[in-house]
């Protein structure tokens, strides 16, 4: 019996061992992307890297691209934390870095949401332009933030955020043919819906100046703070037109105001939350309290905020879809989800509404929208 065991750790070994060089073979080589070249393959990723785009260490960026065979073009803004001062500067309080290879962007790509490739997906044929999150600047920033660690020693925090966009949407331009969409979507979660919120003119005006079919889509992006516009041109050295639209204190409605002003009915204009989101919460009480925090008080205090916030976004004809029913990582506590355009939810119907997510944004994107769950900001969470 001894034998035996003996040799069944012996042929267990090395079927971990085998497991493990595969997995190291496939993230190595399989999930990394060639350099995009003129005239790319529909259906195929590419990375884009330039010598000007880095991450918040000064390490190589790289965004990613894959050409469609509809005339339709997806700009992806992903998320993750934010940097307004040095105690935010910190590594853990963002992502940080372009983990190679493209690890982030495979995440953002393959764990069920719209830019997956999910069978039956109405995004499934559209040109995808992805902008994994490394900058802690709501992809915006162009400058240099000193700022003293915890260990107490001098670091520098590469806010290079629209520099890393800006590079890569002129090379995707130049070598890709995508420049006469007819629809462009411009979209983007938690830190990467700031993003598009703050940069939707910016693709439009530069990129795609004659789409007939704008849409904006914020995820999960909305928190109140006097001092963003501080923090876009002292901290984060974000470029003067997109940083004197910031005039409030609440970052999203600005911007979605400043494009309903530039463009009229001629943009669709979109903004969901989840009614008691755990994550938004959080850093809504750091800036409101200085407390990287959350509990249930957080959470009411959010939800507060958003439905005073509400009419103000349906004032402008933004599209709304608030919901609740998924749990903030299944805390027992009484929060809701954090974003869903990243994850397989996207796909699934609320009964309540009986609609998807993605149902919802394919009907604003065809002309016929509508706000659903703004009613659940009344809901009591007991």
């Excluded at 959080?282 to 407390?291: E, F």
Aim: proline share 3%.
């Amino acid at each position: 019996m001894g034998k035996f065991f003996k040799w069944l750790f012996i042929i267990f070994g090395i079927l971990l061992a085998v497991i493990l060089i595969t997995v190291v073979f496939v993230y190595a080589f399989v999930l990394q992307y060639p350099e995009l070249q003129d005239n790319p393959k529909v259906g195929k990723w590419y990375h884009v890297t330039s010598d000007n785009m880095k991450d918040s260490e000064g390490g190589e960026y790289r965004s990613l691209f894959k050409k469609g065979s509809e005339n339709k073009v997806m700009i992806y803004f992903a998320g993750g934390g934010v940097s307004i001062n040095g105690d935010t500067a910190r590594e853990d309080t963002y992502n940080t870095k372009s983990v190679q290879p493209d690890s982030l962007a495979n995440v953002t790509m393959n764990m069920g949401g719209i830019a997956s490739e999910v069978e039956g997906s109405p995004f499934e044929n559209w040109t995808i332009i992805l902008f994994p999150y490394a900058t802690g600047d709501f992809h915006c920033g162009t400058g240099k933030f000193s700022y003293t660690d915890t260990d107490g020693s001098q670091k520098i925090l590469y806010h290079n955020g629209y520099i890393n966009y800006s590079e890569s949407m002129k090379i995707i331009m130049d070598k890709a043919g995508i420049e006469d969409a007819d629809t462009v979507l411009v979209t983007g979660y938690s830190a990467g819906g700031f993003a598009a919120a703050l940069l939707a003119d910016d693709v439009f005006s530069n990129y795609f100046p004659n789409t007939e079919n704008k849409n904006v889509l914020v995820d999960a992006a909305m928190l109140w703070y006097e001092e963003w516009k501080d923090v876009a041109e002292n901290v984060w050295k974000t470029p003067k037109g997109i940083s004197d639209k910031l005039v409030t204190n609440n970052l999203t409605l600005d911007c979605l105001v400043s494009l309903r002003e530039k463009y009229g009915n001629g943009i669709n204009l979109m903004f969901d939350s989840s009614t008691r989101d755990g994550d938004l919460a959080k850093v809504q009480n750091y800036l409101d309290n200085g407390i990287m925090d959350v509990d249930e008080a957080a959470a009411d205090v959010y939800q507060e905020k958003l439905k005073h916030t509400v009419p103000q976004l349906e004032e402008i004809g933004v599209y709304l879809f608030v919901f609740d029913g998924v749990a903030w990582y299944d805390d027992p506590r009484n929060m809701t989800a954090h974003t869903i355009i990243a994850t397989p939810a996207v796909w699934v119907p609320f009964e309540e509404f009986e609609q998807s997510f993605a149902g919802w944004l394919v009907d604003v994107i065809n002309g016929n929208g509508q706000t659903l769950g703004v009613h659940l900001l009344d809901k009591t969470y007991e």
